[in-house]
């Protein structure tokens, strides 16, 4: 588990080294960002994930993300620009997300 929280919040700490621009994103757009990832993390080291088990596992992971302020997930909205954010949300595996994060 604990695994899977470091690796799930990774983007928590891409978000906050990267810079913005274009129309700033919502929360709801910064959470749905942290689902995705956590989707595409969870099929990734578990084909056969129920899509209980996802749900349960983004849930977890907004929940650590809000909690937690070492990851500084609060300033998604401010550190991922509307470009990284259609790219990552059109990825369809964690290393393209990833990258995305990173243009």
Not at 53 to 79: G, S, Y
Request: glycine content about 2%; some cysteine.
């Amino acid at each position: 588990m604990q695994s899977f929280a470091l690796r799930t919040l990774t983007i928590g700490a891409a978000l906050l080294a990267l810079t913005s621009c274009g129309k700033r994103l919502s929360d709801a757009e910064c959470d749905s960002l942290l689902d995705h990832y956590t989707s595409k993390l969870v099929v990734n080291e578990n084909p056969d994930a129920s899509p209980f088990v996802i749900a349960e596992k983004q849930r977890l992971a907004r929940e650590l993300a809000h909690r937690d302020p070492k990851f500084e997930f609060d300033n998604c909205d401010d550190d991922v620009s509307r470009r990284q954010f259609d790219c990552a949300m059109a990825a369809m595996d964690v290393d393209s997300i990833e990258r995305c994060l990173t243009l």
